[in-house]
């Protein structure tokens, strides 16, 4: 019984396509994540969404769009896919108690998503 | 900003023997978690232990124990008795406990550390 999944877990596709990917997780978390990583293995950060709302919006370019239709959910949908967003991409979920954190946060297997 | 580093790229140890991985962090935050991470080939991120900042004992879990110093903000993990399952990319982590806005706050990774166990 998966605890946080994402689907697909491979992803190949061609440059300047749109494409999604998806996350939930049945632990009861309020808080949920996107991280990336790339070919030399560093995990960044993305977007984090606490009760379907953004909290954390790094640096990432406009075609990156989150959505978390309820806390138990978090897409991630890219537009006008480029070769530099090759990559795998994670989801992760974790709990806060009134504003503080609490413990670790719990991945999901990985995407990897290629762009041709 | 939070940043943790992870000085050493790769390590390899003999199968039984003891490594050590070296995790250094810097913040002006006194409350937070420091976590080590694992990553195998099948890309899997597995937690392995989990230090709360404010408690002065190190953690253990089975043959993974960390040497946490806080005033130097180093947290070291040490695994004894290597096993071959054990070779995988290890990730340092850190985590302040409570966000600006008293909402999420992420986790920042070091850079990691690729171990071999040789048999």
């Known amino acids: 019984d998966t605890a946080v999944s994402q689907t697909p877990k491979y992803l190949v596709t061609q440059m300047g396509n749109d494409k999604s990917i998806k996350c939930e997780q049945n632990?009861?978390?309020?808080?949920m994540y996107w991280y990336k990583q790339d070919s030399k293995k560093f995990l960044k950060i993305m977007f984090s969404y606490n009760n379907k709302e953004l909290i954390i919006n790094e640096t990432v370019p406009n075609r990156f769009s989150p959505k978390s239709p309820d806390k138990a959910h978090l897409n991630l949908h890219i537009n006008s896919l480029e070769l530099g967003d090759s990559a795998v991409y994670f989801c992760a979920s974790s709990q806060l108690d009134r504003g503080y954190v609490v413990g670790e946060l719990f991945f999901g297997e990985g995407s990897r998503l290629t762009v041709l | 900003a939070q940043t943790v580093t992870q000085s050493q790229p790769e390590m390899s140890v003999q199968e039984a023997e003891t490594v050590t991985l070296s995790c250094t962090y810097d913040?002006?935050?006194?409350?937070?978690?420091l976590f080590w991470y694992k990553q195998p080939p099948s890309r899997q991120m597995i937690l392995v232990i989990r230090?709360?900042?404010?408690?002065?004992q190190n953690a253990t879990e089975n043959r993974f124990s960390v040497n946490f110093q806080k005033a130097a903000k180093s947290f070291s993990l040490k695994i004894s008795d290597s096993q071959l399952g054990d070779a995988a990319m290890y990730f340092c982590a850190y985590r302040r406990r409570r966000g600006a806005q008293g909402g999420s706050e992420k986790l920042v990774f070091g850079k990691g550390t690729k171990l071999t166990v040789n048999p």
């Open positions: 230090q709360e900042a404010y408690k002065q």
């Open positions: 632990l009861g978390h309020d808080t």
């Open positions: 913040t002006s935050e006194s409350d937070y978690y």
